[in-house]
């Protein structure tokens, strides 16, 4: 197991020719596979175009080099579609917001650890309160390119993987609240009746979130799905506007939406 930081800047050396082939600048994540599928090598020839290692090539992952058979697995981009396009999406992971499926912002990514074959077994989150966490792999629903998706400590991996297909398209990957309690036919006769249980989870808020939004400002316009606004960009939000989020299933849009 190695944390990100212990890889780059590594020297990638060619048994066969017993030279330095150039030094880890970077990694390529295969966010549906939760895996580094690449690294990128800075040769010294960036005019030439970026280099790629797949991680599947790499012979050995030592403490002080990278070892591969040969330069011949040292790729350009163009002879490498499928790497190309994980270079496009540029899901980074490291650096991401960190949300639980029910909505609670959890904190934020600041390493990964990566096992030998390259998946990422862990990611370590620094929390909102300062604490430093780690959470394994089983825990993690969706590697997004802006927010990284885990259960919630007392939940099932294969819930939340349920949950996970209800996500909606957005500037940022949210969970989809309103089909989160239609898979609860208790929350589902609440619905029905305008109330909501109070032992459902999925149906209250997070007090002191909620308590944290009151009085911020909105840094963008949040709109329902069918164009209606729920909060214009600098506008305050309120109970009112709370509310109207949830409803609509933009509770997590409007918590990564604050100035």
């Given at each position: ?155 099932p991996t294969h819930i939340a993987a349920a949950m996970a297909k209800t996500m ?92």
């Open positions: 197991m190695k944390k990100s930081a212990e890889i780059l800047g590594l020297p990638v050396i060619s048994i066969l020719e017993g030279k330095e082939l150039g030094t880890v600048k970077d990694l390529v994540v295969d966010a549906s596979g939760g895996a580094v599928a690449a690294l990128i090598v800075d040769d010294g020839k960036w005019y030439l175009g970026a280099k790629l290692l797949p991680f599947g090539a790499i012979t050995g992952l030592g403490e002080y080099a990278i070892t591969v058979d040969s330069s011949e697995y040292i790729l350009s981009v163009v002879k490498s579609p499928e790497l190309e396009q994980l270079l496009i999406e540029n899901v980074k992971v490291i650096g991401t917001k960190v949300l639980t499926k029910t909505g609670r912002i959890q904190g934020t990514v600041s390493e990964i650890v990566i096992d030998d074959t390259g998946k990422i077994a862990a990611c370590e989150i620094s929390e909102n309160n300062g604490a430093i966490s780690n959470v394994p792999a089983q825990r993690i629903v969706t590697f997004g390119k802006s927010v990284l998706i885990i259960t919630d400590e007392d939940q909606e398209k957005h500037d940022i990957p949210v969970v989809n609240e309103r089909l989160a309690v239609q898979t609860t036919p208790t929350s589902a006769v609440a619905v029905q009746s305008g109330k909501e249980t109070d032992d459902d989870p999925t149906r209250k808020f997070d007090e002191k979130h909620r308590k944290f939004l009151l009085g911020k400002k909105a840094s963008r316009r949040i709109e329902t799905d069918n164009g209606m606004i729920i909060v214009d960009q600098g506008g305050e939000i309120t109970e009112e506007v709370l509310q109207k989020a949830k409803l609509a299933g933009k509770f997590v849009e409007l918590s990564m939406s604050v100035q």
